[in-house]
């Protein structure tokens, strides 16, 4: 069993930067492909990024793709997404997420999730 905890997120202006971090414990954390989706309000969840095993590849959703970079510390157990230029349009609530699916949109463990807002 995974257990996931998010943290960083927060109201913040159009153009402004946030960064998320998850917690993992639980699990032996480098051997776990770990990932970020959203779900925005009326809207279905969609995938964010994610970051392989130890951690060589990304992989980003088109409209996050130059603004946002997924990232992990194996040594403390944490995934984190830095998001940079945000726009109003990515208002939702982000979920970690250990084994992540995007062609699926599903994963096998997922935090609580972290609200983040973007005024324009």
Do not use: H
């Amino acid at each position: 069993q995974v257990r996931l905890v998010e943290s960083g997120g927060g109201l913040v202006q159009s153009g402004g930067s946030l960064r998320l971090s998850c917690a993992a414990s639980g699990g032996t954390f480098s051997r776990i492909p770990m990932g970020w989706f959203r779900q925005a309000p009326g809207k279905e969840r969609e995938f964010v990024a994610s970051i392989s095993s130890p951690g060589g590849f990304t992989y980003y959703a088109d409209s996050v793709k130059g603004r946002f970079t997924i990232s992990r510390d194996n040594a403390k157990n944490t995934v984190s997404l830095q998001m940079n230029s945000l726009k109003p349009e990515d208002t939702a609530v982000y979920f970690c997420a250990a084994e992540p699916s995007k062609l699926t949109n599903s994963a096998r463990y997922w935090g609580q999730g972290t609200q983040v807002t973007v005024s324009s």
